[in-house]
């Protein structure tokens, strides 16, 4: 292993990846990607793959305007890198649908497509029950409407990981993978090296992109990151003719989303079908370590959410093959952590990607990497700045 | 084994394919997974796994015993919905 390195990037997830990718593109390629395990094997290989462009989770505060730009920047890029890398990626800009199962649901949702309006995203739009059983025949009858994003899609997340490894080490790009940080040295407050099994790395630049594991990297060097692992369960069906064709979140996965306490474990349902015809169903979210098995409970709790919106799921009495479990790297107010720290020189977090990672992804990375190239992003940054939770 | 022969046949994965995703680097069951949806269908593994094992171990050189087999998950069988949650309430 290389004994120095401009920028030394702990962890392989999208956040670190694309980081690392976003600096290739400026010409930056003395990096070297460290990760604990294999490329994309925690959150980011794992996820319900939406990439939304523009979720409701961004909130309604100036920070939202930034999430927009990063989420849109992403979306475009998913696209060009399914078009352009020569794999098949899976990505479909299909819309999604953010069901609302009552008029009073509906009306609380317009001032928030409004606010999106004004903010410059015009596509997104309210549909009543006529135009929403047009696009999804299959739905429960007593829907009353939807929020239509057109612009949302969906990826194949562990493909896209696997493929952006080596894109990266096409471009020359180290990723050194069962190659954990142990220890990060600092000298007259600033970064001097990361320590590792296989050696030490001396680096201008450590990134801590190492999802639920940033807490206790930024230990190392004396640094509080208030992360949580958020445990989302998920169940696979089998494959089977399309019975719908968009991504679903339940509108009560936002309204009852209480944003300090993680999503809420009963209401929230989301899925996602897949290209070869499996669905994904979303649901039950709770705080429970790092246990990262799915819970009995789940088993019966998903099925339920998920028939309540997809009644074919009983009446043709569908299949489920695979359950599993996945982190969101959750923040006390859902929003990410992303920029320098004040007080130690060269050391820069980006994480907490909470249950928008792979919707903001590459417009993380990109922020990160013009930050480290240009010393600032072209997309503004300071409202995820760790320094908020002093 | 012919190369065109389904190695994992509930996802219709060939042993070009396995193969293809061990040259890119995959390691394990889990990394093969992550490449080409094998061990991902009907049977989650159950029939192709061992097989996958092989090949890696082949192509690498790695003694089987150290190749990390893949995470496992529930349920073992397929499960129809009724016999979960999918009661309407």
């Not at chain 1, 078009?83 to 800009?93: A, K, T, V």
């Not at chain 1, 169940?235 to 003719?241: D, Y």
């Amino acid at each position: 292993m290389e004994k120095e390195a401009e920028v030394v990037i702990i962890g392989a997830g999208i956040a670190g990846l694309t980081t690392a990718y976003y600096l290739a593109q400026l010409g930056k390629k003395d990096v070297v990607v460290l990760e604990k395990r294999e490329i994309g094997c925690m959150a980011s290989g794992t996820n319900a793959a939406l990439v939304s462009a523009v979720s409701p989770a961004y909130g309604t505060g100036p920070e939202s305007d930034s999430m927009i730009k990063m989420g849109l920047f992403a979306n475009d890029e998913y696209e060009r890198f399914h078009n352009q890398w020569g794999y098949d990626l899976e990505f479909e800009r299909c819309g999604s649908l953010v069901l609302t199962e009552t008029e009073e649901l509906f009306e609380k949702r317009k001032s928030y497509v409004d606010l999106r309006h004004k903010q410059g995203v015009t596509s997104i739009r309210l549909i009543h029950r006529d135009e929403l059983f047009e696009l999804e025949p299959n739905l429960a009858p007593d829907l009353y409407g939807a929020e239509f994003r057109p612009f949302a899609g969906h990826i194949m997340v562990m493909y896209f990981m696997c493929a952006l490894g080596d894109k990266l080490r096409e471009s020359g790009i180290r990723i050194y993978e069962y190659t954990p940080a142990i220890a990060i040295k600092t000298e007259g407050g600033r970064v001097k090296s990361v320590v590792t099994p296989q050696g030490e790395i001396k680096a201008k630049y450590v990134v801590n992109a190492a999802g639920i594991a940033a807490p206790s990297i930024g230990e190392m060097v004396g640094i509080k990151i208030p992360i949580d692992p958020n445990r989302e369960q998920m169940l696979v069906t089998e494959e089977m003719p399309r019975i719908i064709s968009h991504p679903l979140l339940s509108a009560s996965y936002f309204t009852d989303l209480d944003r300090t306490g993680g999503v809420n474990e009963t209401k929230a349902f989301a899925c996602n079908p897949q290209k070869k015809g499996n669905i994904l169903l979303v649901g039950v979210n709770d705080f429970v370590g790092e246990d990262r098995r799915i819970s009995l409970r789940a088993f019966y709790a998903v099925p339920e959410l998920a028939s309540r919106y997809i009644p074919m799921l009983k009446t043709q009495n569908v299949h489920i093959i695979r359950g599993y479990a996945n982190f969101y790297v959750h923040t006390p107010d859902s929003m990410p952590i992303m920029g320098k720290v004040d007080g130690l020189e060269g050391f820069i977090i980006v994480g907490g990607l909470c249950d928008i990672g792979m919707t903001l992804g590459a417009g993380v990375g990109k922020c990160i990497a013009e930050l480290i190239y240009y010393g600032e992003s072209s997309i503004p940054i300071q409202y995820f700045s760790l320094s908020r939770f002093n | 084994m012919t190369e065109d022969a389904y190695i994992c046949r509930c996802e219709e994965i060939t042993g070009d394919e396995i193969m293809a995703a061990i040259r890119q680097g995959a390691r394990s069951i889990d990394a093969v997974k992550r490449r080409t949806s094998a061990c991902m269908g009907l049977c989650q593994g159950r029939s192709c796994e061992r097989l996958i094992v092989r090949l890696i171990s082949q192509e690498t050189g790695l003694p089987i015993p150290d190749i990390a087999l893949m995470t496992r998950r529930p349920p073992v069988r397929p499960i129809p919905i009724s016999a979960l949650g999918g009661e309407r309430t």
